[in-house]
């Protein structure tokens, strides 16, 4: 009988999804840098915009948090419940989460209320 981790597949599926939103955020803070020279010219686009790149800048950070802090403990990650590693892992998986919703709405956002 081969030995399981319990938990194991949630935790390969979970630095899949941080794996994917940090390259997503890396994608469309290089889409905006492309056009930044055009999207500037949209009516409140300079503040949106940092604003935008920051939230996606905390997502791709947060992500690559959450992924060492789970490839480090991947086989022991039930013992670290209630540790400061734990705390650090929710922290930066919520941030993650929120940073790319946060870029991704402020996106749409400045791109539909520039729509004529």
Request: proline fraction near 1%.
């Amino acid at each position: 009988m081969e030995h399981v981790i319990p938990g194991f597949e949630k935790r390969k599926v979970t630095i899949d999804l941080l794996k994917h939103l940090a390259t997503l955020s890396l994608g469309a803070i290089a889409l905006i840098a492309s056009f930044l020279q055009a999207l500037t010219k949209l009516e409140g686009a300079a503040g949106l915009l940092v604003s935008i790149v920051g939230a996606f800048f905390l997502c791709i950070v947060a992500s690559v948090i959450s992924a060492l802090i789970l490839l480090g403990n991947i086989e022991n990650a039930v013992k670290m419940h209630g540790t400061r590693t734990h705390i650090l892992l929710r922290i930066s998986l919520l941030a993650s989460v929120v940073g790319f919703l946060v870029g991704a709405a402020g996106l749409a956002y400045l791109v539909v209320s520039n729509v004529t």
